[in-house]
């Protein structure tokens, strides 16, 4: 199935300033990204941004990029603007590649659209297996967890599920069960241009607020998001100016 994608690119960052125009050997990070999406077989990659320093980056780079309103809470409500400015029909299918993930692979954003045109869900998005407890309790990973069909229930920053008696036994939480399933949430989406529009006009809801996760506004207003399991971690984006000096090395060498 033909898809496009949207990267995000918001200009200002609390942690890293103007991070979208981080160089990463050369070229700005936003860039990158772009670059990884067009090996994707996407038929158009968009550069969606709120500040015309992003936009003439993208632009000199011979990538498609258009400017957002500043005011957007989300990545997923700038899409939504993309699609209007657009004008896509509602079957598009739209995938969002953050902005700050110059390493994605390029077949799992593939993966991501196909699986939302099989599931027939309104979201499809990725996890992997925590195997690791640090992991697992640590709320800077978000975690996912799953019905039989492979549909999200809940995506949270606590450890869930939680093992009651495994960690009533561990009380220091240092090992998972054996066989236990915990999912790390990937944030690659892929969305129906459809159901983006209707994404717009949804209140927010009081679990996105509290767990400061945005999908949850869909899955309290009776949703679908279908999840498919990655056999590999994707490699880590920039969150701190360490990821971005970890990555600055990495581009210096290739």
Do not use: C
């Amino acid at each position: 199935m033909p898809f496009k994608v949207v990267i995000p690119a918001r200009y200002g960052s609390t942690r890293l300033p103007a991070k979208p125009l981080l160089d990463l050997g050369g070229k700005p990070m936003v860039v990158r990204v772009a670059e990884r999406a067009l090996l994707s077989g996407a038929e158009e990659v968009v550069v969606a941004t709120d500040h015309l320093d992003v936009l003439a980056a993208a632009e000199r780079h011979g990538l498609r990029a258009l400017l957002t309103r500043t005011e957007h809470a989300s990545g997923t409500d700038r899409l939504a603007e993309v699609v209007e400015l657009s004008g896509w029909s509602d079957d598009t299918t739209v995938v969002n590649v953050q902005g700050d993930e110059p390493l994605i692979d390029p077949g799992l954003i593939a993966l991501t659209a196909a699986r939302l045109a099989t599931s027939g869900a309104d979201i499809a998005t990725v996890a992997h297996p925590v195997a690791d407890a640090a992991d697992f309790f640590n709320p800077h990973v978000v975690k996912v967890v799953l019905t039989a069909s492979g549909d999200a229930l809940y995506f949270s920053r606590a450890p869930i599920p939680y093992a009651r008696d495994h960690f009533a036994r561990e009380a220091g939480g240092e090992t998972l069960p054996p066989g236990m399933r915990a999912y790390r949430h990937v944030g690659l989406y892929a969305y129906r241009a459809r159901f983006l529009r209707t994404y717009a006009g949804l209140a927010p809801s009081p679990l996105e607020s509290l767990e400061a996760l945005e999908q949850l506004r869909a899955l309290w207003h009776g949703f679908r998001i279908s999840v498919t399991i990655a056999d590999h971690l994707p490699l880590a984006g920039v969150d701190t100016p360490e990821d971005a000096r970890r990555l600055q090395e990495w581009f210096e060498k290739v």
